[in-house]
C-alpha cells in the first residue's frame, strides 16, 4: 500500500502522498491523508494507517533541546517517544525482544528522514526520499522530473506519484502535497 516521497527544495520541505488503502487483493480510497504537519514536521506514512493515527493524533512531539545536533535527537528522543507511543498503544510486535513498527517519513530541519520498521533512523544522500509499494518508480520518476526543472516541486511530487499509480496497484490518486518552511 502507498507511496509517500518527500524532498527538500531551497526554503521548504515538501511531502507528497497517496489516498489508497490496500490489503494486496483490493483497494480503496482513503479520506484520512497519509501526509501530515505536526508542529514543525511534516509526516507521511505507509504500512498501516492505525500507526498513522497514532503518528497524527497520539504521538507528542518531545523537545529538542539546543545542545543537541538533529542526528541524535532524532536518533534518541524522537524515536524513543515514537516507540513508547507504538508500546502504549498495542502497535508494536515483539519478536525474540526485538521491536517492530511501521515505516514513515519525517520531514525535519531541511531534512528527509525514513524511519523504518526497526526503528532505523534513516537519511538518503540526497534530499529525496521515498516509502511505500511505489517508492522505486516514484522516485524514478521524481529524479526525471527533478532533471528537466521546468515545473514546480509540487507539480514534480504529483506527477511522480501519478506515474507511480500507473504501474503499482497500491498508489491510487488523489494526491496530496504539503510543504514547511525550513527554520
Known sequence: ???IIGCVDKNYIYMAGDSCGSNGHY??????E??????????????????GHLLHWKFKVPKHQADMSTDEYMN???IDEIIKCFTDNGYVEKTNEVKKGGQFLV?????I???DSDFQVGEESESVSACGCGSISALAAYKRGALENRHSVEYNLKKALLIASSMIEGVQPPF???????K
Open 1 to 3: 500500500m502507498t507511496c
Open 27 to 32: 483497494y480503496s480510497i482513503r479520506k484520512d
Open 34 to 51: 497519509k501526509v501530515f504537519k505536526k508542529q514543525d514536521m511534516l509526516f507521511g506514512y505507509t504500512t498501516s494507517f492505525r500507526m
Open 76 to 78: 534518541t528522543v524522537f
Open 107 to 111: 520531514g525535519y530541519k531541511g531534512r
Open 113 to 115: 528522514f525514513n524511519i
Open 176 to 182: 496530496k502535497v504539503l510543504r514547511i518552511k525550513i
